[in-house]
C-alpha cells in the first residue's frame, strides 16, 4: 500500500484542507498522512470552506514531523519550501513534490472566505490532476523500478543524506555486511556501524563535505564479527541548485579477489615494482597491511633498489590514492632551498621571491608527501620537520601565518636510521615520528631470481621506447648478470640492459654486449657460476657436468633440481 505525506509548516487549516481534498482524491488502497514542521489552529474559515463541499475537517488530525518515519513514505507533497528543505532528493527517499501556495502562509484575521475558497479549488485541481492524471503512479512507478535496479546490482550500495541518515540499502549491502536493510534505514550510519561504514575514511566528520568522487581500499567489520575487505567508491549528490544533498556510495568485496591477488604475485608485478622472490613478498604483503592505515613510513634499502616505487605503492593502495603524490629529494637541495620548497614562501622572503609560492607540504595536502634521502637533513631542518609532523602546522618562509596541512609522510632513506640516531646524527624523536613501520627493501644480489624476470620487463620496455626489435638474452648473457654482485642494485641492471640495446646489432642480447665492468667483474670474481634453481638450460647443465667431471648425481645437486629431472632433459636435449 503506498503512503503519501502532505507536509505543512505552520498554517493548520492549509495542511488540513490538502489532506481531506487528497483522501477524496486517491486511488483506493493509498493511505494519506497529513503531518506538520510546527503546529498551528485550525481557522474557522477554513472548516466553513470544507464543509461547503461536504468535508467534514474539524476531527481531521494531524502529526508532527519527527514523529513520521519518512523512510516508511512513497510520496511527499511539500505545502511549503521551507518543510521540502528537510527531505533530500535521493535514491530510497520519497517522491517529492514541492506545492508553494502562499495564499495561505500565515494565519492572517483579514483572511476572507473568497480567499480560502480559492485556495481550496487550487488544492482540489492539483491532487484531482496528480492522481486520476497518472503522474503520481508513474513517478512512484519510476521510483521503484529504479530501486529494483539498484537491488540487483552485485556491489553493495548505501545512500545516505548529510546528516548520514540511511535512505536506502540494497541486498548486495545486507550480503556484505551482514545487516538487514530494516535495521539500517532511517538510523545514523555511525549508529548502525561502529565509527561508520567509512570508519576514518568518513566524509561527513566536518559540516560541509567538499568532494564530488573519491574512491578508496577499506575494512569493514560485518555483523557477526567478521573482518572484511572492500573497494569503495563515494559519489556526491546534489540537487538542482548544486547544494550537496548526500551520497550514493557502493562497495564490492574483494577479501577472496585479495588473497588471489596475492597468490598471482607470485608471477605478475604490483604497481610496477617486479619481483616474485620470498623477499618481495613479504614487501607486497605489508603494502597490503598498510591499506587502511595512514602512519608515518620509512623504507630503507641500498641505492636502486627502487624505494619510490615502494612509496608510491604504498600511496596508490591508500584512501589517497586520488590524491597528490610529491616527492622531495632532501640529499639534492641546500638548506635555504629545502625550507622554501618543503613549506614554501611569500613575496620577499629572501633575493628572487617575486610572489608568493606553496612549498610540497600544501601541494600534498590530503595526499601523500615522500621524502627521499631523509638521513641528509641538517639538524635544522630535522627540527621543523618534527615540528610539522607534530603539530600539522607550519609557516611558509617569511611569513608569520601558520598553514594546516593533511599529509601522510613517507620517507626514504639508504643509511642505517637507527644507527645515525645512536650516533646522535639525527634526532631520536624524528626518528620515531618517521620511522612507524619500517620498509626494508632487500638488495638485488639478495633476490637474484628476479633478475630474469627484472630482464625481461627491460627489454620489453626499451624495444617499445627505442624502437628496437631484440627479443630475448642468451643463456649465456643470463649467467654473467646472474653472477654479477649489482653493488648498483635495479638502476644498475637497467643502465646495462639500456647499454646492451645500444651494442647489440641483432635480436638477441650477447655477453659481448654487456658493459665491459659486469664482464671483467664475473670472469675476475666468479668460480661457480649462480645457476637459477630449477631453470636448466644447456649451457648451465653442460657446465655443471664438466665440472662434477661427468657424475650426473653431483651435478644434479649442483643445478638444484632432482636427478630424474636432469634425466629428462639431457634425453629432450640429446646431450647424453
Sequence with gaps: ??????????????????????????????????????????????????????????????????LVNTNEVDFIIALTHQAGLAHPLLPGAPVLLRWQMEELAENREDLTLDQCRDVRDELDRRLTSLFTGGFCSTMLALKKNSEAILDNFTDGIVVHDCSRRIFYFNRAAE??????????????????FDGGLCS???????????????????KITAKDGHEKRVEMSVVLIRDDKNTPQGVLATFKDVTEVTKLRHQLRRVQSFHGIIGNSDKMQAVYDLIQDLVTSDCAVLIQGESGTGKELVANAIHGES????????????????????????????????????????????????????????????PNMQVKLLRVLQEGTFERVGDEKQVRVDVRVISATNQDLRQLTAQGRFREDLYYRLCVVPVNLPPLRERRNDIPMLIEHFIQRFSQDMQRNIESISPDALHELMD????????????AIQYAFV????????????????????????????????????????????????????AAKMLGVGRA????????????
Design 1 to 66: 500500500m503506498a503512503k503519501l505525506l502532505l507536509l505543512g509548516s505552520n498554517n493548520a487549516g492549509f495542511c488540513h484542507m490538502a489532506v481531506a481534498l487528497a483522501k477524496k482524491s486517491v486511488p483506493e488502497g493509498c493511505q494519506v498522512i497529513g503531518a506538520m514542521v510546527a503546529g498551528g489552529v485550525l481557522p474557522e474559515k477554513v472548516i466553513t470552506v470544507m464543509a461547503e463541499i461536504g468535508l467534514d475537517i474539524t476531527h481531521q488530525t494531524l502529526t508532527r514531523l519527527d
Design 175 to 192: 550480503i556484505i555486511t551482514g545487516y538487514d536493510r530494516h535495521e539500517v534505514l532511517g538510523q545514523d550510519c555511525w549508529d548502525v
Design 200 to 218: 576514518d575514511k568518513c566524509q561527513f566528520c566536518e559540516e560541509k563535505p567538499n568532494f564530488d568522487h573519491i574512491t578508496y581500499p577499506l
Design 319 to 378: 584512501s589517497r590514492s586520488g590524491r597528490p603524490f610529491v616527492t622531495v629529494n632532501c640529499g639534492a637541495l641546500p638548506e635555504g632551498i629545502l625550507e622554501s620548497e618543503l613549506f614554501g614562501h611569500v613575496r620577499g622572503a629572501f633575493t628572487g621571491a617575486i610572489r608568493d609560492k606553496k612549498g610540497r607540504f600544501e601541494l600534498a595536502d590530503k595526499g601523500t608527501l615522500f621524502l627521499d634521502e631523509i638521513a641528509e637533513l641538517s
Design 484 to 495: 654479477y654482485s649489482w653493488p648498483g642494485n635495479i638502476r644498475e641492471l637497467q643502465n
Design 503 to 554: 651494442k647489440c646489432k641483432d635480436t638477441i642480447l650477447q655477453p659481448q654486449h654487456l658493459p665491459p665492468e659486469i664482464i671483467s667483474h664475473v670472469a675476475t670474481h666468479s668460480t661457480v657460476k649462480y645457476r637459477r634453481k630449477g631453470k636448466l638450460n644447456s649451457v648451465n647443465v653442460s657446465d655443471a657436468i664438466k665440472q662434477s667431471k661427468g657424475n650426473k648425481v653431483k
Design 565 to 576: 629431472t636432469l634425466y629428462r632433459f639431457l634425453r629432450e636435449h640429446a646431450l647424453q
